[in-house]
T-cell receptor
């Protein structure tokens, strides 16, 4: 059962334009969401996160939007740069747990290619 | 380098052998997580440990896999009697100790690529 879904395996965007990566989730207990970027042969690198009490979080060129009623979040990158070419993973967790800091549930990733 | 350190980066084993993967968390971090990534898939949670304690092992296969995080030294993920299906990238992550850690991101190492011949 895929609780976090990234339905677009790949996306190509012209340099300078906006990249929009989408993520859907099914588990209503998720209340904290993260985006990670991954280059080949490296580990995921944390980009940006959002708590369910917010609907938007911005950090430089990266903005994450959360629509709780639709169980949907998106990552906007503007302007897109060649160095943004990577695989982007959406991840989610529930902060309400008996374990303190909880495990992350990942989507399958979207490969973003920025065309110069 | 103050990041999460994993070794070895690549490990080749024959079927039936044992594989040991090591992870040293970031300085000041006492929460360690292991994830596995199969080709063309996302990362799947395996186990969450704190020093000398397994907190959540709900993602660990019931047999052949074990993990530890001793008081001194790195966390170890051990796979006994490896099979071809164990071939994957294994990533370790850590997060900081302290109050309200639940909103802290996990920081990942570069992984160990395990190949089973």
């Amino acid at each position: 059962d895929q609780q976090v879904k990234q339905n677009s395996p790949s996306l190509s965007v012209q340099e300078g334009r906006i990249s929009i990566l989408n993520c859907d989730y099914t588990n209503s207990m998720f209340d904290y969401f993260l985006w990670y970027k991954k280059y080949p042969a490296e580990g995921p690198t944390f980009l940006i996160s959002i708590s369910s009490i917010k609907d938007k979080n911005e950090d430089g060129r990266f903005t994450v939007f959360l629509n709780k009623s639709a169980k949907h979040l998106s990552l906007h990158i503007v302007p897109s740069q060649p160095g943004d070419s990577a695989v982007y993973f959406c991840a989610a967790k529930s902060q309400i747990s008996n374990f303190g800091n909880e495990k992350l549930t990942f989507g399958t990733g979207t490969r973003l290619t920025i065309i110069p | 380098n103050a990041g999460v350190m994993q070794n070895p980066r690549h490990l080749v084993r024959r079927r039936g052998q044992e594989a040991r993967l090591r992870c040293s968390p970031m300085k000041g971090h006492s929460h360690v997580y292991w994830y596995r990534q199969l080709p063309e898939e996302g990362l799947k949670f395996m186990v969450y440990l704190q020093k000398e304690n397994i907190i959540d092992e709900s993602g660990m296969p019931k047999e052949r896999f074990s993990a530890e995080f001793p008081k001194e030294g790195p966390s170890i993920l051990r796979i006994q009697q490896v099979v071809r299906g164990d071939s994957a990238a294994y990533f370790c992550a850590s997060s900081p100790t302290g109050v309200r850690v639940s909103n802290q991101p996990q920081h990942f190492g570069d992984g160990t690529r395990l190949s089973i011949l």
